[in-house]
């Protein structure tokens, strides 16, 4: 069994993976922006700890694996960021083991930038999870949809690289924080997406940019008698709008593979295929079993890269 430990900026989750199912599943709501606004790793390091004495107390654990921001200057500790391209093997190779007071002995998966372009903590794990998962082959690029949209390239060797933007955030701030807010609806509250609508709204962000196609959100409300699904739906539309850019790049050669939440995979997946580029929906159960899987791929490979067997010990 080993505990996998998957730290957010609001969020920490520790999962115990035994190779075909998650046997436990719990989480605390700090993460490392707790750390950022306290100026300490205290308050994070106190609930990681807690978390695995859960653990321990529910079976006894091979192995204590973490990525994502926990790796942060303002999570549990510091792991520097590998330059792309990475190859799986040399990402297993980097897992760096730090004793973590309390806690005992840590394998972290180090993050990923790409030159002075983008960074990522926590996606590396994702998708080599979900290439194990889906069983991928060749070129294959992965967006993934979160609180930022990141576009990640990846082959049969590993990760070329990474691009990001803002999308969640803007969505969140743009419907809760501006004018806009009467014209929509809460995004996480949106069921099903007007395809009619997102596409209008994407086509208005190609032809007049992001801000002005946001306004517009606005004028469909005042003018159109929108509804405000449809101005939300409109507004997901907009927003990918440079998401598509991304991938008219890349070309119609490369698989793409969406995953997060349904309202922004299904009206992306709809328009990929209205323009001939080859897409696929990550399910739902791949989506959330990807991070803990990728993480003990990488575990197992780098047991055997680094002579590592028997299972590394994690009593403290």
Same mark, same amino acid.
């Given at each position: 069994?080993?505990?996998? #430990?998957?730290?957010?900026?609001?969020?920490?989750? @520790?999962?115990?993976?035994?190779? =075909?199912?998650?046997?436990?599943?719990?989480?605390?709501?700090?993460?490392?922006?707790?750390?950022?606004?306290?100026?300490?790793?205290?308050?994070?390091?106190?609930?990681?700890?807690?978390?695995?004495?859960?653990?321990?107390?529910f079976c006894p654990l091979d192995a204590v694996v973490a990525c994502g921001?926990?790796?942060?200057?303002?999570?549990?500790?510091?792991?520097?960021? #590998? @330059?792309?391209?990475?190859?799986?093997?040399?990402?297993?190779?980097?897992?760096?083991?730090?004793?973590?007071?309390?806690?005992?002995?840590?394998?972290?998966?180090?993050?990923?930038?790409? =030159?002075?372009?983008?960074?990522?903590?926590?996606?590396?794990?994702?998708?080599?999870?979900?290439?194990?998962?889906?069983? #991928?082959?060749?070129?294959?690029?992965?967006?993934?949809?979160?609180?930022?949209?990141?576009?990640?390239?990846?082959?049969?060797?590993?990760? =070329?690289?990474? @691009?990001?933007?803002?999308?969640?955030?803007?969505?969140?701030?743009?419907?809760?924080?501006?004018?806009?807010?009467?014209?929509?609806?809460?995004?996480?509250?949106?069921?099903?997406?007007?395809?009619?609508?997102?596409?209008?709204?994407?086509?208005?962000?190609?032809?007049?940019?992001?801000?002005?196609?946001?306004?517009?959100?606005?004028?469909?409300?005042?003018?159109?008698?929108?509804?405000?699904?449809?101005?939300?739906?409109?507004? @997901?539309?907009?927003?990918?709008?440079?998401?598509?850019?991304?991938?008219?790049?890349?070309?119609?050669?490369?698989?793409?593979?969406?995953?997060?939440?349904?309202?922004?995979?299904?009206?992306?997946?709809?328009?990929?295929?209205?323009?001939?580029?080859?897409?696929?929906?990550?399910?739902?159960?791949?989506?959330?079993?990807?991070?803990?899987?990728?993480?003990?791929?990488?575990?197992?490979?780098?047991?055997?890269?680094?002579?590592?067997?028997?299972?590394?010990?994690?009593?403290?």
């Amino acid at each position: 069994m080993i505990a996998f #430990l998957d730290g957010g900026t609001t969020q920490t989750r @520790l999962r115990i993976w035994d190779g =075909q199912v998650v046997r436990l599943d719990t989480a605390v709501p700090i993460g490392a922006r707790t750390g950022a606004i306290e100026g300490s790793g205290q308050a994070l390091q106190e609930a990681v700890r807690e978390l695995i004495a859960t653990a321990r107390q529910f079976c006894p654990l091979d192995a204590v694996v973490a990525c994502g921001m926990l790796t942060s200057p303002t999570g549990l500790t510091e792991v520097p960021h #590998l @330059l792309a391209p990475v190859s799986t093997e040399r990402l297993a190779r980097s897992l760096v083991s730090r004793e973590i007071e309390g806690c005992g002995p840590v394998l972290f998966i180090p993050g990923i930038r790409t =030159q002075d372009m983008d960074v990522m903590r926590g996606e590396e794990t994702e998708v080599t999870g979900l290439r194990q998962r889906l069983g #991928l082959r060749g070129p294959v690029n992965f967006l993934h949809f979160g609180s930022h949209d990141k576009l990640i390239q990846t082959d049969d060797g590993g990760i =070329q690289g990474s @691009l990001t933007n803002l999308n969640g955030e803007l969505l969140s701030a743009m419907t809760g924080e501006t004018i806009l807010k009467s014209s929509t609806q809460d995004p996480s509250a949106l069921l099903d997406v007007d395809f009619s609508w997102w596409r209008q709204g994407l086509e208005a962000a190609r032809q007049h940019g992001l801000s002005r196609a946001a306004f517009l959100v606005r004028i469909g409300g005042l003018l159109r008698g929108a509804a405000p699904g449809q101005g939300t739906s409109w507004l @997901l539309g907009a927003l990918a709008e440079g998401n598509w850019r991304w991938i008219e790049q890349a070309g119609p050669e490369r698989l793409t593979v969406l995953y997060g939440r349904s309202t922004v995979t299904r009206p992306f997946a709809a328009y990929l295929a209205e323009r001939g580029f080859p897409v696929q929906i990550a399910s739902e159960t791949d989506s959330a079993l990807a991070a803990v899987a990728g993480a003990a791929h990488l575990y197992d490979l780098w047991r055997d890269l680094a002579g590592h067997r028997p299972s590394m010990p994690v009593q403290p």
